[in-house]
């Protein structure tokens, strides 16, 4: 990002901070509960948001040299991504063209060919039939050409692999995807991180309910009262939209301070966390010196299985700096493991039976927000 949106950025907390006000959206609203429990709701969702949008299947770090693959779910489908011969990042359906095993079971390794478990048909990394025992007799006239992998479009940019899911595409325009999103993506250098530590964690809850709970410092002073609320300030946090993506300031306590120095040595990164919602399922904090990324993968109204990584820089990531990197990771995990806690409370609330709205206040704008834009691709 450059200095001067930082300067912007922080000059605007600063002023709220001074005046004592939180970043208001004009008007406070009532949202409807069923959005978070319908499974039709749901379903469109599945189609046009999650299947419909470019999503992100892994970080680049995963397929590191030619030979190296890694299994992963992309909206509840069993994906297959490889690095070919040629250093072309590749992703098929992770399902036998014979007759649907699951091909690949391992998590990731380094393989050149894969050979199902069922009946050994076997495909190189580039999803071309290589292999059928008993071809001639069992299947004569087969055409191995017709029975590649079946591919899904992919991308990598900015560092991570991009698929897309949706029915008949070809491509996956991640820039277009992006938009104005692009240049702060390009600015996280993902592409120059590895993952520290990683969890998969599934929440009987929406997914919804997990992106939002980043979205507001409403609740910072309160639910985290034990963990990070005193690096924070009470109920002061920014947000931008930029298409459908968002991206939160979130201020450190240490914010007031940056008025004894010169604006030109002002740095977000000092004083705020930012956090991208890249829409629907990416979410990224990005701290002083590392980043989280949190996957959110949907699995119904009320259950989601969420993948937190630390990410950290390649060249900082030395012997010395493992119990350090550690400690963030686990503050990381003690802080959104309070989040998820009360989103799993507000999903069990919902299915009591009790009919009522939900109330987003004027500094819960980034919500009301985030809905619209969810509401926009379901119309
Ligand atoms: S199902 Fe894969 S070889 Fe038969
Ligand atoms: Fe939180």
Avoid at 92 to 120: I, T
Avoid at 171 to 179: E, F, I, S, Y
Avoid at 259 to 288: C, I, K, M, P
Avoid at 291 to 311: C, E, H, Y
Wanted: hydrophobic share 40%.
């Amino acid at each position: 990002m450059d200095k001067q949106t930082q300067v912007e950025l922080l000059d605007e907390l600063v002023q709220l901070h001074q005046s004592k006000s939180p970043f208001l959206d004009e008007h406070w609203v009532k949202v409807d509960s069923d959005r978070y429990t319908s499974g039709k709701v749901f379903d469109r969702e599945r189609e046009r948001i999650h299947r419909g949008l470019p999503q992100i299947a892994a970080h680049v770090s995963a397929l590191a040299e030619p030979g190296a693959f890694v299994t992963v779910e992309v909206v509840g489908s069993p994906l297959l991504l490889t690095r070919d011969e040629q250093g072309d990042v590749r992703a098929f359906y992770n399902v036998c063209r014979h007759r649907g095993a699951q091909l690949v079971p391992e998590a990731a390794g380094c393989k050149h060919r894969f050979s199902c478990p069922y009946h050994a048909w076997t495909w190189n990394n580039a999803g071309d039939l290589i292999a059928v025992p008993h071809e001639k007799s069992g299947f004569p006239g087969l055409e191995r050409a017709e029975h590649g992998l079946h591919s899904v479009p992919c991308e990598v940019h900015a560092g991570w692999i991009w698929v897309n899911l949706a029915e008949g595409a070809e491509t996956v325009d991640v820039a277009a995807h992006l938009g104005e999103m692009a240049a702060d993506m390009e600015a996280m250098q993902a592409q120059d991180h590895v993952v520290f530590d990683c969890v998969t964690l599934d929440i009987p809850a929406n997914w919804k309910l997990l992106v939002e709970g980043g979205l507001e410092a409403y609740h910072f002073r309160v639910a985290h009262r034990n963990t990070i609320a005193p690096l924070f300030l009470d109920n002061l946090s920014s947000y931008r939209c930029f298409g459908p993506h968002m991206r939160s300031i979130l201020p450190r306590a240490t914010l007031p301070g940056i008025r004894e120095q010169a604006a030109s040595d002002w740095s977000l990164g000092e004083h705020a966390n930012v956090l991208y919602t890249v829409f629907a399922t990416a979410q990224f904090l990005v701290q002083e010196d590392h980043f989280i990324w949190i996957q959110s993968k949907p699995l119904d109204a009320g259950n989601t299985r969420l993948v937190l990584s630390t990410m950290v820089p390649v060249e900082a990531n030395t012997p010395e700096r493992q119990a350090y990197w550690k400690k963030n990771h686990e503050l990381t995990l003690v802080t959104l493991i309070e989040d998820f806690d009360l989103a799993e409370g507000i999903q069990r609330g919902f299915s009591s039976g009790v009919r009522q709205p939900l109330n987003f206040g004027r500094f819960e704008g980034a919500l009301e927000a985030f809905n619209r834009t969810v509401d926009g691709y379901l119309a």
